[in-house]
């Protein structure tokens, strides 16, 4: 995850107002060495200041490992009848270009969280491949996150193309050809950037 993209995602998630104080899923959480050392701005950005408020949370994977609270598979029709109206609020971060059914993952998703909670999605809108296993090549606009959804499951609350402009994320590969692997920080300071679709999401049901 990009460090703009976990601000745009903490900034949301601090101003969502519940009820009660809200359970939260992160899925495909990774572990906490990922969240917390590697990439810590999701940690700082993200968790910490939910952490900070008392929320509950749960670090969902599908792997076993230190720094996830629950092994589940969100690609399986059993995530559903296990979870159904589990969770107030659901974070889906760069996921579902890295799964085979894109639908049947965000039916998913729809059916773990309650009634009135939120869905909180990115997806890479301007990206290059990268296997995790997959890459499925899923590259939306907000828009088209939500149109996954039927007709009437949630409401559009915020939606944005983040654009990573940290120089940083620009880097030489290694390449046969000469200057192709300068092609990343070419196409930075040609204003080729990328870029990051979320939307964050109410459910009705």
């Known amino acids: 995850m990009f460090r703009q993209e976990a601000k745009w995602v903490g900034d949301l ?35 910490k200041p939910l952490q900070q ?25 059993t995530f559903a009848t296990q979870h159904t109206n589990a969770f107030d609020i659901v974070i889906c971060t760069n996921m579902l270009e890295h799964v085979e059914d894109i639908n049947a993952v965000v039916q998913n998703l729809y059916t773990a969280c309650r009634n009135n909670g939120y869905l909180l999605i990115t997806v890479p809108y301007k990206y290059k491949k990268h296997l995790d296993p997959i890459d499925n090549m899923f590259r939306p606009t907000p828009e088209e996150i939500t149109a996954l959804f039927k007709p009437g499951q949630v409401q559009q609350i915020a939606a944005q193309i983040i654009t990573i402009t940290e120089r940083s ?16 920080i070419a196409g930075y300071y040609l204003g080729i950037r990328f870029k990051v679709s979320g939307v964050l999401l109410q459910v009705k049901k």
């Open 13 to 47: 998630l601090k101003n969502i107002d519940t009820i009660r104080k809200p359970v939260i899923a992160n899925i495909g959480s990774s572990t906490a060495l990922f969240r917390e050392a590697l990439q810590p701005h999701i940690h700082e950005h993200i968790f």
């Open 53 to 77: 408020k008392g929320y509950p949370i749960y670090h969902v994977d599908v792997k076993e490992d230190n720094g996830v609270d629950m092994v589940a598979d969100i690609t399986q029709p």
């Open 169 to 184: 994320y620009y880097k030489k590969k290694r390449s046969h050809y000469p200057l192709w692997g300068y092609r990343e």
